[in-house]
């Protein structure tokens, strides 16, 4: 294993100046130049929080975690995967003011497990997030769809749409992060809300036909069917809460915001889907609820609204279901940007990834590169005349649920390491107790992700393996490319 590599602890002040202003428009990839942006606490946790797409995660993984998973007791998934990543979280927000650069995973690994491994997870990251964002793209483009057919709009295919959403995504990303920011905090505020109405009006309406749903609060319902499908959904739907350290270079004062931002995001989204899946289980009814999500998946959160906020409800909850998914996507793009500039400013992928855009402080030339992926993804869909819902997006998305596993597993190994290696840093909790257990964990949740993923995305052979050997394919080149990379500069 390599020796982990000591914390630079270079400053803004030590670096040399530019050497003149670069040209309006211009991008700059000098090493004195970096992304620019003032973001505070609740800027990065709207931008966190809205890759979550908590109103998507209402009307998308909870139904399919109810219908396919454990029932009644999803909501208490969501509990039990929070306090794992909440230990993952105690680790990693102890090694953050001991990381002096941005790209998140991949840079934690690098402190603690060497530039190879580094690398390797940089590019683990990469595919992780590229993919998400790609994959929900099969659920915005049926969701205008469905919108517009009800204003009596001409009807598109799905991939039209997605299309020239992608193209939006491009445009934003294209400008300062401080632009998406604004976006994202009004979109996550409005979708945030209207489920806090639901959620008010079901339990103030005497919650629902049976009473209280007590069956998240019982440990023989709640490992009951399909626990492991149910960890998969919940762990999915916390996906973007670690990539606060992402935006390192663009946030004020990140040894104190990132971990601060890390706490409130996790704890934020964990509340609200225990809450809210609760609550829709209780609106159905405990005792027919896994019955109705499995005939109804795609329907139950808009029928559970048409029943309780009626018809003006429904519509509102449908037009914030499209901006949730909007908001998802532009901020998983953001996160996935930002792996491609930090690579390409390593060297390690064309430079020119690694430019900023002089006007905006932005990574502009990665933020298209990741545009591009999408694009050919979903043209890659349209050509192939997958269903844009049960193969697009789910063979997508079941490929990033596993990079986020194999991604908060490395990275808990680094902080284990880099805390070894650097004793009397932390407390003995934060260093070795509390990732230890995040660890164990994780590993459980592996072996249930690895069983389970038949159920998510089928049982073609050669899809599992894709799914399981991409990351390993993509770690392993990265790997590779970073321990030669490493190499050539110390011969220089």
């Known amino acids: 294993m390599a020796q982990p590599s000591a914390p630079s602890q270079t400053t803004a002040a030590q670096r040399p100046a530019a050497a003149g202003p670069a040209p309006q428009g211009a991008e700059s990839t000098g090493h004195g130049s970096g992304l620019r942006g003032r973001l505070g606490l609740w800027s990065i946790v709207f931008m966190v929080v809205a890759a979550a797409s908590p109103l998507g995660v209402i009307g998308g993984p909870v139904p399919l975690g109810i219908a396919i998973g454990n029932g009644a007791a999803f909501p208490a998934t969501f509990v039990i995967a929070a306090v794992v990543l909440a230990l993952f979280a105690v680790g990693f927000t102890a090694m953050t003011p001991h990381v002096r650069r941005a790209g998140a995973f991949s840079s934690y690994v690098r402190e603690g497990l060497g530039a190879g491994a580094g690398v390797g997870t940089g590019f683990a990251a990469l595919l992780t997030y590229l993919t998400l964002e790609a994959a929900v793209y099969g659920l915005i483009g049926p969701g205008i769809q469905e919108l517009l057919a009800s204003y009596g709009v001409p009807s598109l295919p799905w991939w039209a749409w997605a299309l020239l959403v992608a193209a939006g995504v491009a445009a934003l990303g294209y400008r300062n992060i401080a632009v998406s920011g604004k976006v994202l905090a009004i979109l996550l505020i409005a979708e945030v809300a209207i489920i806090g109405v639901l959620d008010v009006v079901v339990i103030a309406s005497g919650s629902g036909p049976e009473g209280p749903s007590t069956a998240a609060f019982q440990p023989s319902q709640i490992f009951s069917g399909a626990p492991g499908v149910a960890i998969l959904f919940a762990l999915l739907s916390f996906l973007g809460f670690e990539a606060t350290a ?31 899946s609760w609550v829709l289980v209780t ?79 932005s990574p502009a030339r990665a933020s298209l590169w990741a545009s591009g992926v999408s694009v050919a993804l979903i043209a890659l869909a349209a050509v192939a005349q997958l269903d844009p819902i049960a193969e697009y997006y789910t063979w997508v ?86 321990a030669r990379r490493a190499k050539a500069l110390q011969a220089a």
């Open 397 to 482: 998305a079941g490929f990033s649920s596993v990079g986020l596993v194999v991604l908060l597993g490395l990275t808990t190994v680094s902080v284990l390491r880099y805390f070894g290696t650097h004793p009397g840093l932390v407390g003995r909790f934060k260093g070795l107790v509390a990732p230890a257990l995040a660890l164990l964990g994780l590993a459980i949740f592996a072996v249930l992700v690895v069983l389970n993923l038949p159920l998510l995305v089928g049982e073609a052979l050669w899809l599992q393996v894709l799914i399981l050997g991409g990351h390993v394919v993509g770690f392993a080149v990265g790997y590779w490319l970073g």
């Open 283 to 361: 609106a159905v009814g405990e005792s027919t609820v896994a019955g109705v999500a499995a005939e109804h998946s795609a329907t139950l959160l808009s029928d559970v609204t048409g029943t309780y906020l009626g018809p003006i409800g429904v519509h509102v909850q449908q037009v914030l279901y499209v901006t949730s998914l909007l908001a998802c996507i532009l901020s998983v793009h953001h996160v996935g940007a930002r792996y491609l500039f930090s690579l390409g400013k390593d060297g390690i992928l064309p430079a020119s990834l690694g430019a900023v855009q002089a006007k905006h402080g």
């Open 246 to 276: 992402v935006f390192r270079d663009e946030t004020k004062d990140p040894s104190r915001t990132i971990p601060r931002a890390t706490y409130v995001a996790l704890g934020g989204v964990a509340v609200f889907y225990a809450v809210s």
